[in-house]
């Protein structure tokens, strides 16, 4: 392999995309039992799929060794973050899969959480759903991390987190020209 087609020649320019505005973002807030959960996930479509960047705080974490939690994180169909007693995001409903995919290959299925310290990031790309698509639909975050397996929604425990995906505002500079 030559030194230029694997040092710096990507065909998405990372740090161009995570410069420029997102083209969507939703705002996340933890329920009444976890209010302190707060964050931004943004959403940049690329040529090659969606750059979703999450930076969350306030996760609920452990001071003991081994014990940093991992969380469930997915787009649900639903189009507002809530719910009931039991259910605080229960009108998010199930994940987002307009391809009828069985679990693990829903379009909102995303990669877990990493808790660090009660704060989490996380940067992917994916290709299974485009900005249009998922706008208005709600990000969740879940109290344990998704298993990949069970059916239908692997097993990722309580919601206790969420926000909706929204489109972001143009500039004004932007709006000018």
């Known amino acids: 392999m030559s030194q230029s087609s694997s040092c710096g020649n990507s065909k998405i320019n990372l740090l161009s995309v995570l410069r420029s505005r997102p083209q969507a973002a939703a705002s996340i807030t933890g329920s009444e039992q976890y209010p302190d959960i707060s ?36 787009i649900h ?62 990000v969740i975050i879940h109290d344990h991390p998704d298993d990949f397996t069970t059916q239908p929604s692997g097993n990722s425990g309580t919601k206790i987190a969420c926000g909706v995906v929204q489109r972001a505002m143009r500039s004004c500079q932007n709006m000018l020209s």
């Not at 943004?42 to 001071?63: C, D, M």
Request: proline share 7%.
């Open 39 to 74: 964050g931004t996930v943004r959403f940049y479509q690329t040529n090659k799929g969606v750059v979703v960047w999450a930076e969350i705080s306030g996760l609920p974490h452990s001071a003991l060794p081994c014990q940093e939690q991992i969380f469930g994180f997915h």
């Open 77 to 138: 169909q639903g189009t507002t973050c809530t719910g009931n007693m039991d259910d605080p995001f229960a009108d998010t409903m199930s994940h987002y899969n307009p391809g009828s995919c069985e679990h693990p290959y829903h379009a909102g299925d995303m990669p877990p959480l990493f808790g660090n310290n009660g704060f989490a990031l996380s940067l992917f790309l994916t290709d299974r759903f485009s900005i249009n698509e998922v706008i208005g639909k709600t």
